[in-house]
C-alpha cells in the first residue's frame, strides 16, 4: 500500500513516520523529506495524509480508500465527493484540551480586559488613575456559562471551567452520554444561549451548523460574553459584526474566522468587516491547536490512525461522511 504525506514535515513528524515505515516495511511511505516531488503519486496512492485537498487533486487520485487529517476539523476536505466515491475520512481529537485552554485564556482575555488595558498602559494610560475611563473587569469565578457543542473540546472548556466554580449548560443535539462538569443539558440553542453569561462556541461546522448563530440567536446575548473556538462560518459574519457595533454583546474572543491569508494575500485581515476595531474584542489567529505539545499529539493521533488502518482496515477515528463530523 502507498501511503502519500502531502503536509510539510518537521524533525518530530519525520522521526515518527520512519518509525511507522520500519514497522511496516512492506508498505510505502513517500513525503517530501523522502521525495522532492510526492504530488507526483497522487493516482496510485491509496492513503493520503493532508488537512485539505482539491477537487483535482482528488481526480487524480484514483486508488484513494482513506485521507487522513491530522487535526480536527475536515471543512478543507470535499466532503460530499469523498463519501460518494466511499472513502474513509480520519481525524485526530488530540488537541481538545488545548483548544479547550486557548479557549478559556481567551475567556478571560476579553472578560478582564487584558489586550484593552495593555495596549492603553502601553500608550502610558493607567485607567482609573488618574484617567476617567473605567478600569473594573469581570471576573468568571461562580459565572453561568454556556458551552454550544459538548465534543470533546467543549467537554475539556467544562472540565477547565468547574476550576472557577462555573454553572455550565451545554447544548446537545443528540441525547446521550455523560458530562460530569455539566449541570443542565439542553437540545434548545436558544435556551442554552439564555442561560449564560459567558458564551462558547465549540461546534463542529457541518450543513446544519454553519451559520446557526445569526442575528436571531446574537439578540438574545445582550451583556453577553462569546468566545469561538469552533469554525468561523457557524457564526454569521455580518450578525457578529452588528451586534458588536449595536453593543448587544459586551465583548468577543474569537480564534477562528471568515478571511484567511494565501500565498498572494499573506497580510490580511481575518474579516471584511472591521471587527479589529472594536475594543472589547480579542482576536487569536486560529492557533487554539497550535502547542508545542499538541502538535506532536496530533501527530501521533494521525498517524495511529494509518496504523489501525494497516492493521485492521479501519482508523481509530473517522469521519460519519452523513454528518460530516
Known amino acids: ?10 524533525r518530530y513528524w ?26 507526483a503519486h497522487i493516482s496510485d496512492a491509496e492513503v493520503i495524509v493532508k488537512g485539505n485537498l482539491s477537487q483535482a487533486d482528488l481526480d487524480k487520485a484514483r486508488n484513494l480508500r482513506m485521507v487522513v487529517v491530522p487535526w480536527t476539523g475536515v471543512d478543507g476536505l470535499p466532503l460530499e465527493r469523498l463519501r460518494e466515491r466511499g472513502v474513509i475520512v480520519s481525524n485526530t481529537h488530540e488537541n481538545a484540551e488545548v483548544v479547550a485552554e486557548r479557549a478559556v485564556a481567551l475567556a478571560l482575555a476579553v472578560t478582564g480586559r487584558v489586550v484593552e488595558l495593555h495596549n492603553d498602559l502601553a500608550q502610558g494610560v493607567w485607567l482609573g488613575r488618574p484617567s476617567n475611563k473605567e478600569a473594573t473587569w469581570y471576573s468568571i469565578i461562580g459565572k453561568r456559562c454556556s458551552i454550544l457543542g459538548l465534543g470533546r473540546i467543549g467537554q475539556a472548556i467544562a472540565k477547565l471551567i468547574s476550576g472557577f466554580e462555573c454553572e455550565v449548560t451545554g447544548f446537545k443535539r443528540t441525547p446521550g452520554g455523560e458530562f460530569p462538569y455539566v449541570k443542565r443539558i439542553t437540545d434548545d440553542i436558544h435556551d442554552a444561549v439564555r442561560a449564560g453569561d459567558l458564551v462558547f462556541v465549540a461546534l463542529p461546522l457541518t450543513k446544519k451548523t454553519a451559520g446557526i448563530i445569526g442575528s436571531d440567536l ?30 448587544t454583546l459586551a465583548g468577543a474572543a474569537i480564534d477562528v474566522w471568515y478571511e484567511y491569508p494565501s500565498s498572494d494575500r499573506p497580510a490580511t485581515l481575518p474579516s471584511r468587516y472591521p471587527i479589529h476595531r472594536f475594543s472589547n474584542v480579542v482576536m487569536s489567529p486560529h492557533v487554539g491547536s497550535w502547542s508545542v505539545e499538541s502538535m506532536q499529539s496530533m501527530v501521533n493521533g494521525a498517524l495511529k490512525n494509518i496504523e489501525s488502518f494497516l492493521l485492521k482496515g479501519k482508523p481509530e477515528e473517522e469521519i460519519d461522511l452523513d454528518e460530516l463530523y
Do not use: T
Request: aromatic share 10%; glycine share 6%; hydrophobic share 35%.
Open 14 to 39: 519525520e522521526g515518527k513516520v520512519e518509525e511507522l515505515a520500519r514497522a511496516f516495511p512492506e508498505h510505502s511511505f513517500i513525503s517530501y523529506s523522502s521525495n522532492s516531488d510526492p504530488k
Open 1 to 10: 500500500m502507498k501511503i502519500l504525506f502531502l503536509n510539510r514535515f518537521d
Open 218 to 247: 446574537l439578540s438574545q446575548m445582550k451583556g453577553k460574553y462569546l468566545v469561538n473556538v469552533s469554525r468561523g462560518r457557524v457564526i454569521e459574519e455580518r450578525a457578529l459584526y452588528d451586534a458588536l457595533k449595536s453593543g
